[in-house]
């Protein structure tokens, strides 16, 4: 049975930091490349960043350099650390998990909610 289960989330203010955590089960973590994503409310969910299982990263303009994902394989766990966080950061996080060779099951977390606010 898969399952991700996010934490780290909370409010916290404008310049503070946040380690959100994605722990995975249920499928061969190595297997899947992985993004974490952001809705705001009234707003298209948006990617923030991805990881290949490479390790490679990309990121979106408005979190490049004040965000990082990484990814502990022993642990199935991926992460996002989020520095010098402004109010427009304020969303709800999911970790979305994506098989790269068929079956290309994707999986998503139950997501996590950011507030950036004084």
């Known amino acids: 049975q898969v399952q991700l289960v996010e934490s780290g989330g909370g409010l916290v203010q404008p310049g503070g930091s946040l380690r959100l955590s994605c722990a995975a089960s249920g499928f061969i973590f190595s297997d899947y490349a992985m993004g974490w994503y952001r809705q705001a409310p009234g707003k298209q969910r948006e990617l923030v960043g991805s990881?290949?299982?490479?390790?490679?990263?990309n990121y979106a303009d408005s979190v490049k350099g004040r965000f990082t994902i990484s990814r502990d394989n022993a642990k199935n766990t991926v992460y996002l650390q989020m520095n010098s966080l402004k109010p427009e950061d304020t969303a709800v996080y999911y970790c979305n998990f994506r098989r790269l060779s068929p079956p290309n099951y994707v999986y998503w977390g139950q997501g996590t909610q950011v507030t950036v606010s004084s």
């Open positions: 990881l290949t299982t490479f390790g490679g990263t």
